[in-house]
């Protein structure tokens, strides 16, 4: 509440719309390539003329916030990055290099970096050679009350997808691409050849039409739902026997955590932003990244014990509970500004 807030991000779409619904104030800031530097010319007039005492930015725009706000004399600069090995993961070496650029040229303009994982820690002070006092780890948090196992029906979803009631639903939710290892898991459900067995994976992405080819080529397509971009996220959770992350690489799992709160079972790629929030039997199941066989191993463990699952769903809410909150996300986030703030000499 001592906080005024504005947000600036591309015009248009469903963030837009909330930020709109909850009376924040939004500027356009449109990313298009051609366009960049008359968007920092833009957001530093923005910034001049709202002055801000801090600049908060992250995704694809956040060197360009950067920029932005030390031409505008921002007092200070505090960037969230989610994945820092992704970084410089382009096809186009050019692109890569000028990336590089612009990233190391920016460095130096921010005053605290905020990761969601340990790993990122590593990668930001050994490659970037950010210095560790600059970095400060602040994991993802859940709205407890959105995301709350005792309010959402099972049933909803399942006679939406058209799931036999005696099914055993597994799913996945994130955008269809390469990154979150669907392909993985939909090898992984052809391996398990149980017809009592569903699987649903929930986004949109460029590779819808390829998952779909992959489950028509193992001859699963009659189990393998994918139903596009669903916004009703805690109900799907709710229809799931299991859920299963697949991801290659991740920062820190929104939907990883969505999936806990809800109480549901999860098994989960062992990747940087995952084991710093599951231990492997307790809160859920670990297994290597890209392993088709473990991944259809520890899905069929689990459908198989369903006492084991549950003690796995009921841990996994209780850590979401004691950790991994919106409010102690906001909380630490607040403490990061007032402690920036007293370094600069300003007060809110």
């Not at 409010?327 to 703030?341: A, N, Q």
């Amino acid at each position: 509440s001592r906080y005024e807030l504005a947000v600036a991000c591309s015009p248009g779409g469903v963030l837009v719309e909330r930020l709109q619904d909850l009376g924040v104030p939004v500027i356009a800031a449109e990313m298009r390539k051609r366009r960049r530097l008359d968007t920092v010319l833009g957001l530093a007039r923005e910034f001049k003329r709202r002055q801000p005492h801090i600049v908060h930015t992250q995704g694809r725009g956040d060197p360009f916030g950067r920029l932005a706000a030390r031409l505008a004399r921002v007092p200070a600069v505090v960037s969230t990055t989610a994945m820092i090995s992704t970084r410089y993961d382009v096809e186009q070496h050019w692109r890569r290099a000028l990336y590089r650029v612009i990233d190391f040229t920016t460095d130096r303009m921010v005053d605290r970096y905020i990761v969601v994982n340990r790993a990122s820690v590593d990668a930001l002070t050994e490659r970037h050679g950010v210095p560790r006092s600059r970095v400060v780890v602040i994991p993802n948090g859940i709205e407890l009350e959105r995301y709350d196992p005792g309010e959402a029906s099972s049933g909803a979803w399942r006679e939406r997808l058209g799931v036999p009631d005696d099914a055993i639903l597994i799913g996945g939710v994130g955008r269809l691409t390469a990154q979150k290892g669907f392909d993985d898991l939909i090898r992984a459900f052809a391996a398990i050849d149980r017809p009592d067995v569903w699987l649903v994976i929930a986004g949109d992405g460029p590779d819808w039409e390829e998952l779909r080819e992959m489950a028509r080529m193992f001859d699963v397509s009659g189990r393998v739902l994918i139903p596009g971009f669903v916004e009703d996220v805690p109900g799907l959770l709710a229809a799931l026997d299991l859920f299963v992350l697949s991801s290659r690489q991740e920062g820190h799992p929104m939907v990883m955590l969505e999936a806990m709160a809800m109480a549901v079972p999860v098994v989960a790629t062992d990747i940087p932003g995952v084991g710093d929030t599951i231990t492997d039997g307790l809160e859920g199941r670990l297994v290597t990244v890209g392993d088709a066989a473990a991944l259809a191993n520890a899905i069929v463990a689990l459908i198989d014990d369903r006492p084991t699952a549950s003690r796995l769903g009921r841990n996994a809410r209780k850590k979401i509970e004691r950790d991994f909150t919106v409010e102690r996300m906001v909380r630490r986030t607040s403490i990061l500004y007032d402690g920036l703030l007293a370094e600069k000499g300003l007060t809110v």
